[in-house]
């Protein structure tokens, strides 16, 4: 019998802080606030780690830039909302089959640390 290992390598970027138009107050649509984003994306790193060459690999620095364009170009009223166009790009540009993306607002409820939403995607989900 002929089987294949599935592997599940992770790429990710943690606690990656911007600042953006976020929120449904009138205060929060004239004030940028700091959003953080966590993510996870799957991958199979062999390639990359075979041939140590970064166009054999998920480009991490890129995927980075582009989050960071995103969100601070963005002005949505709801983070979910926010949280679906980051994973929608993600899956489209950079090809990976899945990710894990938590996207939180840091300080913006008094008594906790943040407030957020952690979504999973996959690339059957943004077609």
Known sequence: MNRTKKYNDILYISQLEMDTIIGIYDWERRQRQIVCVDLEIATD?????????????????????????????????????????IAHIILTEFHVSWLRLKLSKPGALRWARDVGVIIERSATDST
């Open 45 to 85: 790193i062999r390639p990359g780690a075979q041939t140590d060459h970064i166009d054999d690999a998920l480009n991490y620095k890129a995927i980075t830039k582009r989050i960071i364009s995103v969100v601070t170009n963005s002005r949505y009223n709801l983070i979910e909302a926010l949280a679906e166009h």
